[in-house]
């Protein structure tokens, strides 16, 4: 009983940490530009895919994986400077087409250069399953959960203590007073795109020893990203971890005792109860429009 | 019974008062105006007596009815209509268009009837469009009848905001400096356009910087500092108060 | 609405609010000169569909300024609920059609008043968690749906007469086309219409002067679901087939970019994107690897150098042209 309660919190920490970065990544390029980036879930495919193919060409994977997170935030860096700069003063709706058909577009890029078929990587120390009080836990899942953790810790500090990291949070909360104090803000969006292509190429690789990865595998976990980011509350950092984490249990929690083809559904019904009774997420500010 | 009475309104937003324990009462056919400096709370006002915000605690009590926290669209039912300091205008309409949705209210919305298009309503999209074109021509917008409110300028626009309140048939009307930004004729002509309203019934409510049109025009009028009452009077007492003219020293000519 | 040309060229009103209407129909009536077989039918059949969806989906994104990224789940359950009425139950196909639109409706209303308070990407999450949600259910209740095999609905039979041939359902698809573009045409030009563009411009200013916009966002959902859910029904009993890819995100996703690639606040925009859109992969399955590429291509360069959409951009620089 015991048992398998920890069991189903172990697993949905795991895809919980990764559903984080991938939040997190969602509320960075939403505060430097109020864009929700539909793309985020390529970035998790191009750093996983990046690494399968270096390693195949003989990489060693310590250098496989800088590479892959180098690949990543180009494509990144690309992506904000030729489709989203040049549109910067769209509707909401507008963006919003444009970062799905980049998502489209990365996806069809990926499946032209690697191809079709499911890959996968092999963990990074072993199958040796461990013992945590009667339930068992692949090493690779300490990997997900520790080098999520170590991200996060980085990007908060970050925020709060480098110059950089001050000037994109004051440009997302008003982005006029931060230009005229000089902060340019064409790097702010360039920083978050980067910024964030790099958390989604990270927890990719690690992840990709565990859940695999193919060119489709991105749209789900742009979706639950997104999820988690709105659940916490958009362009709160603190609530998009939280929303991920939050959502690997949920979800590891239904499949477990209610019925796996539902634990999706159970996710995203929970999403919808949090946002009827909080319209502006879990740890969002209510907020008042001005006339 | 007076038509509006506000009792110890108070708005905060977060820790700061932008309305403070405010009492005053507005008479029916009366031209009732609020000054004040900038951030005084007149807009704020307006909106906590139009439903926009919801009062942090007090009273409004319009007709003898409580109403404050009302929806602004159950307060435009009641007979309260406003323009806006900073435009709400639909710019993906026309001008005419614009003031048509002042008339929603008393228009026929059956679904059916809309999809169909059945004669009564084309019918009556004719009358209203009519009547829509009067009030532009009222309020001095008669050359733009067939103007997109996008290709429209700000001072016209201004006035566009007080035909779209008048086709609603409001009992009252508050303006929210319908003359900011306007030249010396177009502030005379809006001058004009409140005193026939006014004739016409109804009762006008008047934030205004030109002391010049507030004092010429008003039977009442209040004034704002810090969210709460400064002065209340006619305007010749406003006028000879002494706190008024400390507040104002020089500007009131 | 009103036009820019001089009042001698200015048509009759009722004209007037038609024009694009009259040039679809006479589109229509000629279109099959163009077509060569049955495949050509079929597609051009299931462009019809989509705008039909695609024109109710701009009353709702383009009209009244709210995202639904989860229409797909409407047009799907009229599909199935077609699809299990026509079969498992026998029931005829034009009360089968009524009911899913009913069912729909009544489906959409009870999700929009919650949902519809929310805003922005808010909005975009709670429709597109709708969407989820009911693709799995329909994916899962395997013994009801048929699962992923999918079901089909029997054949559409109206009076006796049923519509079997390609040509049949062209002339079927085209009628429904007209009558969901005549009815949209005269609900945005009516009290309703003038609400759901206000609330769109300044949801305040609507708020004022006495527009319930909670009601009309509302209202709006609702009836671009059952617009679904009518296509939804037409689509079950010409498919083959119809299985849950029909009503996922993608589909959502696709429907979104025709009414926002067409135009958006644009009748004939829908209609046009819902046509170009349904025929690109067609044109495009020679390059079959390429189509992700050019489909994702195609969404950014449209909402990046022309924001407002094909048809009002178009009309505008004729426009443009036309003045003096
Ligand atoms: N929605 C709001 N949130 C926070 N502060 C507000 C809001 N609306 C008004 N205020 C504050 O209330 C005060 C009064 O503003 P306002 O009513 O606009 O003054 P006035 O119209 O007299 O110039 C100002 O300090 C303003 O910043
Ligand atoms: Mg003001």
Request: hydrophobic share 50%.
């Given at each position: 009983m015991i048992e398998s309660m920890i069991q189903f919190i172990l697993a949905g920490l795991t895809s919980g940490a990764i559903y984080a970065l991938v939040g997190l990544g969602f509320s960075i390029i939403y505060n430097a530009s109020h864009v929700i980036n539909f793309a985020q879930g390529e970035f998790i495919v191009i750093g996983g895919m990046s690494t399968v193919a270096l390693l195949a060409a003989g990489v060693p994977l310590p250098l496989a994986i800088v590479l892959a997170t180098l690949v990543t935030m180009l494509v990144g860096l690309a992506l904000a400077r030729f489709a989203i700069q040049p549109a910067k003063d769209a509707d909401v709706v507008a963006l919003i087409i444009i970062t799905i058909g980049a998502s489209i577009f990365l996806r069809g890029v990926v499946q032209l250069v690697f191809g079709k078929d499911i890959h996968s990587l092999p963990a990074f120390s072993g199958e040796t399953p461990l013992n945590l009080m009667g339930a068992t836990l692949m090493p690779q899942s300490l990997w997900v959960m520790g080098i999520s953790s170590a991200l996060i810790v980085v990007i908060a500090w970050f925020f709060n203590a480098t110059l950089a990291g001050k000037a994109m949070l004051a440009t997302a909360y008003n982005a006029l007073a931060a230009r005229l104090m000089g902060v340019d803000t064409k790097w702010v969006l360039l920083s978050a795109f980067a910024l964030s292509a790099l958390l989604g190429a990270v927890g990719g690789i690690v992840v990709t020893p565990i859940t695999f990865v193919s060119y489709e595998s991105g749209i789900m976990l742009g979706l639950k990203g997104f999820s988690a980011a709105v659940l916490g509350g958009l362009g709160n950092g603190v609530g998009a971890v939280a929303g991920g984490l939050i959502l690997g249990i949920v979800e590891a929690m239904s499949a477990g005792y209610l019925s796996s083809a539902y634990k999706d559904a159970i996710a995203f019904i929970i999403i919808l109860v949090v946002l009827v009774v909080r319209p502006n997420g879990l740890f969002g500010k209510k907020g008042i429009d001005r006339v | 019974m007076s038509l509006l009475k506000v009792t110890n309104l108070t708005k905060s937003f977060g820790g700061v008062?932008?309305?403070?324990?405010l009492s005053f009462t507005i008479e029916a056919g009366t031209i009732h105006s609020i000054i004040g400096p900038n951030g005084a709370g007149k807009t704020t006002l307006f909106n906590l007596i139009t439903g926009v915000y919801t009062p942090s605690s007090g009273s409004v009590r319009f007709n003898d009815r409580e109403v404050g926290g009302v929806e602004p669209h159950k307060l435009a039912e009641l007979g309260m209509n406003r323009t806006f300091q900073n435009l709400q205008i639909f710019h993906n309409m026309s001008a005419v268009e614009n003031v048509m949705v002042g008339a929603h209210l008393h228009l026929r919305k059956g679904l059916l009837h809309s999809m169909l298009r059945l004669p009564s309503l084309a019918r009556s999209e004719r009358e209203t469009r009519e009547q829509c074109w009067e009030l532009m021509d009222f309020v001095g917008l008669a050359q733009y009848r067939h103007t997109e409110a996008s290709a429209m300028s700000y001072g016209a626009l201004k006035r566009l905001e007080i035909a779209r309140a008048l086709a609603a048939k409001p009992k009252l009307l508050l303006l929210d400096e319908?003359?900011?930004?306007?030249n010396d004729t177009e502030t005379r002509e809006v001058d004009e356009v409140i005193k026939r309203i006014a004739a016409q019934g109804i009762t006008v409510v008047l934030v205004e910087h030109d002391m010049k049109m507030v004092m010429g025009i008003s039977d009442h009028i209040l004034v704002l500092d810090y969210g709460a009452k400064l002065a209340e009077g006619t305007p010749a007492e406003i006028r000879s108060n002494p706190d008024v003219i400390a507040a104002y020293l020089g500007t009131v000519g | 609405m009103t036009s820019m040309l001089p009042s001698a060229l200015r048509l009759p009103p009722a004209l007037h609010r038609h024009r694009g209407l009259i040039i679809l129909a006479a589109l229509i009536a000629v279109l099959p000169l163009a077509l060569r077989n049955d495949y050509h039918y079929d597609v051009v059949i299931n462009a019809g569909l989509n705008a039909i969806v695609v024109v109710g989906l701009n009353l709702l994104i383009g009209y009244a300024g709210q995202i639904s990224l989860g229409h797909a789940a409407f047009f799907g359950l009229g599909a199935y609920v077609s699809a299990i009425l026509t079969t498992t139950y026998g029931w005829p196909a034009l009360g089968a059609m009524a009911t899913g639109i009913v069912v729909v409706g009544i489906v959409a209303y009870v999700i929009a008043r919650p949902i519809l308070r929310l805003k922005g990407h808010y909005l975009a999450m709670a429709t597109l968690g709708i969407g989820v949600i009911i693709s799995i259910v329909l994916n899962t209740e395997a013994q009801v749906t048929g699962g992923p095999d999918g079901m089909s609905a029997a054949p559409f039979t109206v009076l006796g007469y049923t519509f079997a041939s390609e040509q049949s359902w062209y002339w079927l698809v085209g009628g429904a086309l007209l009558l969901t573009v005549w009815l949209s045409t005269n609900l945005i030009d009516s009290p309703i219409g003038r609400a759901l563009r206000a609330l769109h411009g300044a949801e305040i200013g609507a708020r004022v002067v006495g527009i319930d916009t909670t009601r009309y966002k509302v209202l709006i959902f609702v009836i671009s679901a059952m617009f679904a859910s009518f296509a939804g029904s037409l689509f079950a009993h010409h498919t083959p087939t119809v299985t849950p890819s029909i009503l996922g995100f993608i589909k959502s996703v696709e429907f979104v970019v025709m009414a926002v690639f067409g135009g958006m606040a644009s009748v004939m925009g829908s209609v046009v994107g819902a046509f170009i859109m349904t025929l690109l992969p067609n044109v495009l399955a020679a390059f079959e690897d390429f189509e992700p590429i050019i489909l994702g291509g195609i969404m950014m360069g449209t909402m990046i150098f022309m924001p407002k959409g094909l048809v009002p951009t178009i009309a505008k620089k004729l426009r443009r042209k036309e003045a003096p």
């Open positions: - | 008062s932008a309305i403070r324990d319908p003359a900011a930004g306007l | -």
